[in-house]
T-cell receptor, first 111, second 116 residues
Framework: GQQVMQIPQYQHVQEGEDFTTYCNSS?????IQWYKQRPGGHPVFLIQ?????EVKKQKRLTFQFGEAKKNSSLHITATQTTDVGTYFC???????????FGSGTKLNVKP | GAVVSQHPSWVICKSGTSVKIECRSL??????MFWYRQFPKQSLMLMAT?????????EQGVEKDKFLINHASLTLSTLTVTSAHPEDSSFYIC????????????FGSGTRLTVV
């Protein structure tokens, strides 16, 4: 089956530092989505990327989709304690109406 | 926004019994729903795709007779864990596609199943 790898598994940062998580797929993706899951909560949709090389921003969050549509990244500038949680990417293959989650990156922000 | 209501939030059952989990789309119609399970500190693993009015599509390695999925209407999908065993203890969560053009799937709040 499709494999979506995500690194790092954990990241501990000081408040104000930047944070990046990377997602890599073994196959070309139709699109990729990013979710955030707080401890004890359910995944919340953040964004979808569709186009090759696409870059989208949401305030302090920057999302990128690779040119080959096999990798993606999420970058948070100047982290805050509210950013704590696990960030998942989820990739969708062409002609498949279902997606597979990456392994997630757990972010901890120290005040 | 679109909401998927999932019940129960948590359940404890005895080995050998069956447990039904419901997911309802409250303000939209969900032709397709997805069922995932999540082990502690791990990612979400897709179990099956539930299609309204037809049989569910199961991922490789998921026993369809163990995890019965029914999607009888456009607003309700159910997952029944039959003859539950302790190894079935997990966090089960459903999701539904809201708007394909915008992407994004809305998730239920999840069900924590503990089999004793």
């Amino acid at each position: 089956g499709q494999q979506v790898m995500q690194i790092p598994q954990y990241q501990h940062v000081q408040e104000g530092e930047d944070f990046t998580t990377y997602c890599n797929s073994s196959t070309t993706l139709s699109n990729i989505q990013w979710y955030k899951q707080r401890p004890g909560g359910h995944p919340v949709f953040l964004i979808q990327l569709v186009k090759s090389g696409e870059v989208k921003k949401q305030k302090r969050l920057t999302f990128q989709f690779g040119e080959a549509k096999k990798n993606s990244s999420l970058h948070i500038t100047a982290t805050q304690t509210t950013d704590v949680g696990t960030y998942f990417c989820a990739g969708i293959r062409y002609n498949f109406n279902k997606f597979y989650f990456g392994s997630g990156t757990k972010l901890n922000v120290k005040p | 926004g679109a909401v998927v209501s999932q019940h129960p939030s948590w359940v404890i059952c005895k080995s050998g019994t069956s447990v039904k989990i419901e997911c309802r789309s409250l303000d939209f119609q969900a032709t397709t729903m997805f069922w995932y399970r999540q082990f502690p500190k791990q990612s979400l693993m897709l179990m099956a795709t539930s299609n309204e009015g037809s049989k569910a599509t199961y991922e490789q390695g998921v026993e369809k007779d163990k995890f019965l999925i029914n999607h009888a209407s456009l607003t309700l999908s159910t997952l029944t864990v039959t003859s539950a065993h302790p190894e079935d203890s997990s966090f089960y969560i459903c999701s539904a596609e809201v708007d394909r053009s915008l992407g994004g799937y809305t998730f239920g709040s999840g069900t924590r199943l503990t089999v004793v």
